[in-house]
């Protein structure tokens, strides 16, 4: 049985002291369990708030965010369980360990093998040696990874990712690519992934674009690219890398 999440007509706003940011308005969006989308745009955009909506972790100002299943309607309240969340500042918690982080979501499910399971996740993200480490302990793309783990790791319905290859480099960025896609493919699940990343966009079934208060529906990542401005493009100038601990 597939089910999917339908935002009709929903707009969303700020109030900031005197003035009201509003990022979009009258959007309309069908995810379906077991396809891919990707949303790309430029900072600021509203991409984040857009999954905060789409995942029912935040309301909208106005308009319908339903979650439907075998022809029932119900408000996506009811789908909180059933989701997978990779943050773009990863909300790890701080006390907890890399394996401990990832368990959290099996044993709140009273899962009896919730370590078993972390431990092979933690394998699988390649973190293994970094078990009882703490998030503090750990580097950006290694909080990622765990992040990406948690998400994952009871075979959510439906997976939302903002940036999720922010803060690794492109040979990690692909694997972790692939570890999403793939495990969104084993479990049927819909994968909601939001980045400026074009590779990663481009394993999407479907790519939109939001700017300008619009959500766009591109045919490709390229028609995607040719009408963003080429300010702000990522452009960064690498004067030296260091690897393995060498400077190079
Ligand atoms: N809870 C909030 N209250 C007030 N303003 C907010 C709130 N959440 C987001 N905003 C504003 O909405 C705008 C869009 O934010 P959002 O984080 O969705 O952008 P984004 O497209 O994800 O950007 P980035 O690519 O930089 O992550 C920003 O100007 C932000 O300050
Ligand atoms: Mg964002």
Same mark, same amino acid.
């Given at each position: 049985m597939s089910c999917s #999440?339908? +935002?009709n007509s929903v707009s969303q706003s700020f109030e900031n002291n005197a003035s009201t940011i509003? +990022? @979009?308005e009258n959007l309309d969006l069908s995810i379906?369990?077991?396809q891919s989308y990707a949303i790309t745009g430029p900072s600021g955009a509203g991409k984040s708030s857009l999954l905060m909506l789409l995942s029912g972790l935040e309301k909208p100002s106005s308009g319908q965010a339903n979650f439907i !299943?075998?022809?029932?309607i119900s408000t996506l309240d009811n789908l909180r369980s059933e989701i997978g969340f990779i943050f773009q500042q990863f909300h790890l918690l701080p006390e907890l360990t890399a394996l401990h982080n990832i368990a959290l979501p099996l044993k709140l499910r009273g899962d009896k093998h919730a370590n078993k399971k972390a431990e092979h996740w +933690?394998? *699988?993200v390649g973190l293994s040696d970094r !078990?009882?480490? *703490?998030?503090s302990q750990l580097s950006g793309g290694e909080q990622q990874r765990v992040a990406i783990a948690r998400a994952l790791v009871f075979s959510? *319905? @439906?997976i939302f990712a903002d940036e999720p290859t922010g803060n690794l480099d492109q040979y990690n960025a692909n694997e972790i690519s692939d #570890? +999403? @896609?793939a495990c969104c493919q084993e479990n049927n699940a819909g994968l909601i992934i939001v980045t400026h990343n074009n590779a990663l966009a481009s394993m999407a079934q479907n790519i939109y674009s939001l700017a300008d208060g619009k959500l766009t529906k591109a045919s490709s990542i390229n028609s995607v690219e040719k009408k963003q401005t080429k300010q702000g493009s990522n452009h960064v100038a690498q004067d030296f890398a260091i690897n393995d601990g060498q400077v190079a």
């Open positions: #999440i339908e +935002l509003t +990022l @979009f379906n369990q077991g !299943s075998d022809n029932q +933690l394998e *699988k !078990s009882n480490h *703490k998030p959510p *319905k @439906f #570890i +999403l @896609f």
